[in-house]
């Protein structure tokens, strides 16, 4: 009997066994699989299949695998901090998938295709607070500015033709 994965799930599955000599009915055989993302970040589908061959006959088995690896997911350890992901697609769990601008106001799970809101999308609020920053900073430098020319201002005086002109200062 052989064992093995399909071609879209090659990069990403390695089998600790892909070929039984011989099993007797009603036995198993404990199979691993060794699942590693990459760097690629993505939903993968795939099938693990047994194939049985002698003279006479060929039986095929599958299995349904899908792959969904998440960007900087971090799995938790722990009943209590359990994160499932989802084979149903974010449509099938009447969910939205928020765009980059939004956030979701509620409780979001990861699906099959993507992170899924289960409540709505909201835009979210940009914070005014660098744009106040900003602004403070400009008035910061006119005050400046204007206190510089203020204190060194030269006060001249004026120039009398006549009085030059007479050889007096």
């Not at 007797?24 to 690629?40: F, T, Y």
């Not at 999308?121 to 005014?128: D, G, I, L, N, R």
Request: proline content about 2%; glycine content about 6%.
């Amino acid at each position: 009997m052989l064992i093995y994965v399909s071609d879209s799930l090659k990069p990403y599955v390695n089998l600790s066994v892909e070929e039984i000599e011989e099993i007797n009915e009603n036995s198993s055989i404990r199979i691993e699989l060794l699942i590693s993302s990459g760097k690629d970040e993505g939903n993968f589908e795939g099938q693990l299949t047994a194939k049985y061959e002698n003279e006479t006959e060929e039986l095929f088995a599958y299995y349904a695998l899908f792959l969904s690896f998440i960007k900087d997911f971090v799995p938790a350890y722990g009943e209590e901090n359990v994160t499932v992901v989802n084979t149903k697609t974010c449509a099938e769990l009447n969910g939205t998938i928020c765009n980059a601008s939004e956030i979701c106001s509620g409780e979001s799970v990861y699906a099959k295709n993507e992170k899924c809101c289960l409540a709505s999308c909201q835009f979210a609020e940009k914070s005014s607070a660098g744009k106040y920053i900003g602004w403070g900073l400009v008035a910061v430098v006119i005050l400046f500015l204007l206190w510089f020319f203020m204190k060194h201002k030269r006060v001249r005086p004026k120039v009398d033709l006549l009085k030059i002109g007479e050889g007096k200062k």
